[in-house]
């Protein structure tokens, strides 16, 4: 059974700090890329940042580049989230997203995590 757990949200201050951490199961989680999404109240779930299976990265918003630094460990079947320098507009729930193509399927296969919710607020 595919399981993504995220931890490591709640409420910070701005200009604080937080990582978020997703455990992965149930699938050899060294062959997916790993990536971070975010989706704040009333508005779509956008990209965080990708770490793709081979550990190359890619940060996919302007405004988090410096800020946010994704990472994997693939002995702990887990990816992280570091965020630093937080500010109420990065206050959204993140999720966890595991995904591949399947060469032999002939598609792609996604996997979710529940979430973990980030509040920035004084």
């Known amino acids: 059974q595919v399981q993504l757990v995220e931890s490591g949200g709640g409420l910070v201050q701005p200009g604080g700090s937080l990582k978020l951490s997703c455990s992965a199961s149930g699938f050899t989680f060294s062959n997916y890329d790993m990536s971070w999404y975010r989706q704040a109240p009333g508005k779509e779930r956008e990209l965080v940042a990708t770490?793709?299976?081979?550990?190359?990265?890619?940060n996919y918003l302007d405004s988090m580049k410096g800020r946010f630094t994704i990472s994997r460990d693939n002995r702990k079947n887990t990816v992280y989230l570091q965020m630093n320098s937080l500010k109420p507009e990065d206050t959204a729930v993140y999720y966890c997203?595991?995904?591949?193509?399947?060469?032999?399927?002939?598609?792609?296969?996604?996997?979710w995590g529940q979430g973990t919710q980030v509040t920035v607020s004084s």
């Open positions: 997203n595991a995904a591949r193509f399947d060469y032999f399927l002939k598609r792609n296969l996604n996997y």
């Open positions: 770490i793709t299976s081979a550990g190359g990265i890619r």
